[in-house]
C-alpha cells in the first residue's frame, strides 16, 4: 500500500530490502523526505560475489531526497554510475569496488522513482523524461560539491549520461555509455520504424494504454524478471539476483515515472515546462565533446542502435568496444571488469 505523501510506499521498501534475502552488511538509513529518521539499520541485499557497498545515504538534491552508495576515497576522482529500467544500483555491485580499490571516489544513486530516493515535495510533477533525469544527476552532483565527474550508464543510465555530457561538458571529465548515442526526442519518436524494430517495442505500446499501467503497477517483478530475461538471453542470474534489484521497484513514484517516460517518448504525456529549453537543444541532436568510450554486450537482446550510426556524434577522444561472452543489456553487472576498465580508460584521457 502506498499513502499519498510516500511514507508507507518507503516503509515497504525498507521491510523489503531488510527481510527479503540473507545479507552481510548493515547500513544506516536517513528518511528526509518522510520527515523523520529511522533509527537502527537495513540489509542492503547481497547474494554471494555480487560486491559490497560500504553506506547507503540520502542526500537532498534538487527536487530529490536521493538515495545513494558512495564507495572509495573522498578526495579521489569522481565516477558516478547511472542505472536503468528495470534495474537498480545492484547493477554496479561488482564495478564499484574496482573503481574504489583504484582510487576512484564511486557515486551510484537510485534514480527517481527507484529504492529509497523521494520527491522531496508533494507537488511536483513525477516526469520521467530524459531531460529530468540529467537534470537530477547535475543537483546531486552540486549537493555533494562534486565540481567535475566521469559520468557512466547503461538504459536509462546511459541516455542520462549522455545528455549530461552533451549539455554540461564542463561538469563532465569522461563518459562510458552502454549502446552509445541515445539521445532522443519527441520529435524523432514520431518516426515510425521497420517493423522488426517496433515489435522490440512492444512494451512501450502497452505503457500507453490506462491497461498497460494497470497491469505494470499489478505485476512490476513479473514484468521486470521478463525483460531482463529479453534483454540479456544468455544472462543466468538466479533469484537472490533479482529480488536484491525488485525490491527498489517498491518506491512509491515508480510506476508513474516509467510509464511517464515511455508515453513522453511518444507524444502522449507532457513534459515539465520548465525543461522546455533543455529538450528544444536536445531535439537538435547535440554532439558530445568529451572523452567516450561506448560498449555493446555481444548479446544485447534489446533495442539498440548499430555503433557506426552513432559514432560521428562523438567528438572527442572516442573508442568503441564490444564486449564478447553472451553479454547482454546489463553490462556492468554481466561484465564488471569490461566496465570498470572502460571507466578507468576514458578517466586517463
Do not use: C
Request: avoid cysteine; charge should be neutral.
Amino acid at each position: 500500500m502506498i499513502g499519498k505523501n510516500g511514507i508507507l510506499g518507503r516503509r515497504r521498501f525498507l521491510e523489503v530490502a531488510a527481510g527479503a534475502l540473507a545479507t552481510t552488511q548493515l547500513l544506516p538509513v536517513r528518511v528526509a523526505n518522510a520527515g523523520l529518521t529511522l533509527d537502527g539499520t537495513i540489509q542492503l541485499a547481497q547474494s554471494e560475489g555480487a560486491g559490497s557497498f560500504s553506506s547507503l545515504k540520502q542526500i537532498d538534491a534538487g527536487v530529490l531526497d536521493v538515495g545513494y552508495v558512495e564507495a572509495g576515497p573522498i578526495d579521489g576522482p569522481a565516477v558516478i554510475l547511472l542505472h536503468g529500467w528495470p534495474y537498480d544500483i545492484h547493477s554496479f555491485g561488482k564495478v564499484t569496488p574496482r573503481l574504489a580499490s583504484a582510487g576512484f571516489r564511486v557515486i551510484v544513486p537510485y534514480a527517481r522513482g527507484y529504492g529509497s530516493t523521494n520527491f522531496l515535495s508533494s507537488g511536483t510533477a513525477r516526469t520521467g523524461q530524459p531531460s529530468a533525469l540529467a537534470v537530477d544527476t547535475i543537483a546531486l552532483m552540486d549537493a555533494l560539491n562534486i565540481k567535475k565527474a566521469t559520468v557512466a550508464g547503461f538504459d536509462w543510465g546511459a541516455r542520462t549520461a549522455d545528455i549530461v555530457a552533451a549539455l554540461w561538458p564542463d561538469r563532465i571529465k569522461g563518459l562510458v555509455s552502454v549502446s552509445g548515442y541515445l539521445i532522443g526526442s519527441q520529435e524523432a519518436g514520431k518516426m515510425p520504424l521497420p517493423p522488426k524494430a517496433e515489435l522490440q517495442w512492444w512494451y512501450q505500446y502497452y505503457f500507453a494504454t490506462e491497461r498497460g499501467r494497470e497491469g505494470y503497477s499489478k505485476y512490476r517483478r513479473e514484468f521486470a524478471e521478463l525483460i531482463w530475461k529479453l534483454a540479456s538471453p544468455k544472462w543466468q542470474f538466479d533469484d537472490a539476483t533479482f529480488a536484491r534489484s525488485a525490491a527498489s521497484f517498491d518506491n512509491p513514484d515508480h510506476v508513474d515515472i516509467v510509464i511517464h517516460n515511455y508515453r513522453w517518448r511518444l507524444g502522449l504525456a507532457q513534459g515539465d515546462p520548465d525543461l522546455d529549453e533543455l529538450e528544444a537543444k536536445l531535439a537538435a541532436a547535440p554532439q558530445v565533446g568529451v572523452p567516450t568510450i561506448t560498449l555493446e554486450g555481444d548479446e544485447n537482446g534489446a533495442p539498440h542502435p548499430d555503433p557506426a550510426a552513432y559514432a560521428k556524434k562523438f567528438a572527442g577522444k572516442y573508442l568503441h568496444r564490444l564486449v564478447k561472452g553472451g553479454v547482454g543489456h546489463n553490462l556492468p553487472q554481466e561484465a564488471p571488469e569490461a566496465f570498470a576498465q572502460a571507466i578507468i580508460d576514458v578517466s586517463k584521457s
